[in-house]
């Protein structure tokens, strides 16, 4: 996936980048959801992951905004924001990516798993939906463990409520066995996104 601008802001959060990293990170999390405050009527972190998604992955460029990277920067340096845990939680996944991506290595599947389950589960207690964002990041994690059925019905159930999202439309052309539906996604993917990075990136 393309490296985010805002990744090297935050790739210092991953504090827990050593071996083993799926065991240092369950204790993070754990110790991050512990100390947290929620609220399921604050909806800054939730507004805020979904301006991500709407920059990072549904814009054809794929770059933050300055006035983004300033509003993630105001709430990382509010410790009382409830739900607080969620954004850390997700900005050190995303450090990680960046990390990895820069360094040409294979992520950790079992750290996806983990960390996107984690992101899932924190964000269905607290607000009974989960961020647009992070559902594309677990559907992710599932295909790097070819669990590509679950991953497929993810992208598919996400592509009802945003029959727009081009994450989803990509990763279901990707995983698709139906050579018609593979076929009717390409043709309207390079009809109606044509610049979009994705579309570049997995279509030309």
Known sequence: MKKLLLAALFVTS??????????EAAKEFEKINKAAVTNSKDLKVFTLLEAFYKEALKSDDGELTQGTID???????????????????FLMYQGYIAEMDENKQ??????????TDVLVKESTKIY???PTIITIYRGEALMS????????????????TQPDCVPAKIYTYLLSKNETERTQL???????????????EFLN
Do not use: C, G, Y
């Open 71 to 89: 509003d993630i920067t105001k709430l990382m340096e509010t410790p009382d924001l409830p739900n607080l845990n969620i954004l850390q939680i």
């Open 106 to 115: 294979p992520m950790d599947t079992e750290f996806q798993l983990l960390t």
């Open 14 to 23: 991953l504090t827990f980048a050593q071996s083993p990293l799926v065991d």
């Open 186 to 200: 390409a043709a309207a993917l390079k009809k109606d996104r044509p610049n979009h990075w994705m579309v570049k």
């Open 128 to 130: 009974k939906k989960v």
């Open 145 to 160: 463990v070819k669990k590509d059925e679950e991953a497929i019905a993810l992208f598919k159930n996400l592509l009802v």
